[in-house]
C-alpha cells in the first residue's frame, strides 16, 4: 500500500507501459520515460515511470517509446550523439526537449525489479 496525495490505495502490480498512450517527460541523466498520470498541482504530479535499460543508457537513447529504434530520428541513439537530457533530478520536454527545471522525485514504487513503476514529482 502506498500514500498519495492523503488517499491510500492498494497496489498490486507494475502498471502496464503498452496502457501509457502519451510520454510527456524524460528523467536527465536516467533517461526514465515519464507518463503523468494525475497532476495535483502545477508542482506536482504522480506519473507512470519506465525505468531504460543500461544500454539504452549507455547509447543516449533518450527519445523512443521503450526500445531503442534506429528509425527513430528524434533519438540521440540513433543520431550517435550525447542526450540533452544530461543533468540529474531535471525534467525534459520529450517533444521540445526543452528543460522544465528541478524536480525531486517521492512515493517511488517499482514491484521488486520492474522496469515500470509509479513515482510521484514535486518541483523543487
Ligand atoms: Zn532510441
Redesign the pocket.
Known amino acids: 500500500m502506498s500514500i498519495t496525495n492523503g488517499k491510500a490505495r492498494h497496489v498490486r502490480r507494475s502498471p502496464a507501459w503498452t496502457r501509457v498512450s502519451n510520454i510527456e517527460y524524460i528523467e536527465g541523466a536516467t533517461l526514465r520515460r515519464i507518463s503523468v498520470r494525475n497532476r495535483a498541482s502545477k508542482h506536482q504530479f504522480d506519473a507512470v515511470v519506465l525505468n531504460v535499460s543500461e544500454k539504452?543508457r549507455a547509447t543516449q537513447?533518450?527519445?523512443?517509446r521503450h526500445k531503442?529504434?534506429p528509425t527513430?530520428k528524434n533519438?540521440s541513439?540513433?543520431l550517435g550523439i550525447r542526450s540533452h537530457a544530461s543533468t540529474p533530478g531535471v525534467l525534459y520536454d520529450r517533444h521540445t526537449g526543452k528543460s522544465l527545471g528541478v524536480w525531486a522525485v517521492s512515493d517511488e514504487n517499482f514491484i521488486r525489479s520492474a522496469t515500470v513503476g509509479t513515482c510521484t514529482y514535486t518541483k523543487v
Open positions: 539504452q537513447c533518450d527519445s523512443c531503442h529504434r527513430n533519438c541513439a540513433t
